[in-house]
């Protein structure tokens, strides 16, 4: 399948025009930190309600030993979905850059923090090459001159460590933080550990292009609902 008719940043950009925060929901099954997040729920149609209550993109996470995601998690929810669709993998070769692409994603994370810099540039080019967006993750200063200095689709502020499989206790202030230091003009997407409305229209109006939100939206007794609040909600 190709990639979504909408890049995954115009999407969020159009979100931002329409007065909706942009927003990145997301599929995950399981956290080290969470435990269970889907509850017997059917993955597609869990990212069907998060679409029509108002995400602008969906996150599908699928690194299976500790997220118990699959490449055939993303095929499903892709085929499911008219919006863009961002993976979330530790990834690491080419080829599943290619694959990326052929399960119908139109962005692939890199994470600058697990990845040797030479590796990180080569699969940057390849998801050129193949047409989809990267969204490039950091989570302190060292890791943010670095990427810097690439010619970035968007840059990821992962508010918590996933070298500690996001088992540490961070917060929207990660970002916050970073952001001071980002020139403008460079899209950024706050990453995990927003956990309200409020935090999510703070870090909008300190900047952020993207928000991506998962266990706050997982964990909600009514997932259309909070995606709705999230999105286009008073903040409270």
């Known amino acids: 399948m190709d990639p979504r008719p909408c890049r995954f940043s115009a999407a969020l950009d159009a979100a931002r025009a329409a007065g909706r925060r942009p927003l990145i929901t997301e599929i995950k099954v399981k956290s080290p930190k969470e435990g269970d997040l889907l509850a017997g729920r059917d993955p597609v149609i869990v990212a069907r309600h998060m679409v029509d209550a108002g995400a602008a993109c969906v996150s599908v996470v699928t690194e299976g030993p500790h997220f118990g995601g699959s490449p055939e998690l993303l095929r499903a929810v892709a085929a499911a979905v008219p919006v ?13 850059v290619r694959e990326t692409r052929a399960l119908g994603a139109s962005c692939l994370l890199l994470m600058v923090a697990m990845l040797e810099w030479p590796r990180l540039l080569e699969l940057h080019e390849e998801a050129r090459r193949c047409g989809i967006e990267t969204l490039v993750e950091v989570h302190d200063e060292q890791e943010l001159e670095q990427a810097l200095t ?3 689709d968007l840059l990821g502020i992962n508010n918590r460590d996933i070298r500690q499989l996001e088992m540490d206790e961070g917060g929207p202030s990660k970002t916050l933080e970073l952001l001071r230091r980002v020139p403008a003009g460079v899209r950024v997407v706050s990453e995990s550990a927003i956990g309200s409305p409020a935090q999510a229209q703070a870090l909008v109006a300190a900047g952020a292009a993207g928000l991506l939100v998962g266990t706050a939206i997982l964990r909600a007794s009514d997932v259309g609902e909070a995606v709705s609040r999230f999105a286009m909600g008073e903040v409270v």
Do not use: G, N, W, Y
Request: hydrophobic share 45%; glycine share 0%.
């Open 84 to 96: 863009p669709i961002l993976r979330k993998d530790f990834v690491t070769e080419p080829a599943q």
């Open 150 to 152: 690439l010619d970035l």
